[in-house]
């Protein structure tokens, strides 16, 4: 499992292609809950690991989750590409 580089980084266009052609697909949220409530991928939980992307990558991936990817520029990427945020309360962790 190679977590330190750029691999696991997927775009606005496969990110949404993923959660489309699988309805199961976990989307986690690792940001303040408070962030979480203003703009989330619908569905999404929140696992407030990390502000940081790729470090709650890494720990997802030790915690033995490595199928795990990363939406390279967050939220503001997601939204810019016209795909639709949501702004209701985000499921919650089953964690």
């Known amino acids: 499992m190679n977590t330190d580089d750029d691999s696991s980084n997927v775009d606005t266009t496969t990110a949404r292609a ?11 949220d690792v940001r303040a809950p408070g962030e ?8 999404a939980i929140n696992l ?15 915690a033995g989750l490595p199928d795990t990817v990363v939406l390279s520029g967050g939220m503001n990427a997601w939204i810019a590409s016209g795909a ?10 089953p964690l």
């Open 84 to 93: 639709p945020p949501s702004s209701m309360r985000a499921r919650p962790s």
């Open 18 to 28: 993923m959660v489309a052609s699988n309805p199961d697909a976990l989307v986690v």
């Open 48 to 62: 407030p690991l990390d502000r940081r992307a790729t470090q709650a990558h890494r720990r997802l991936c030790e």
């Open 36 to 43: 979480l409530e203003a703009a989330h991928i619908d569905g």
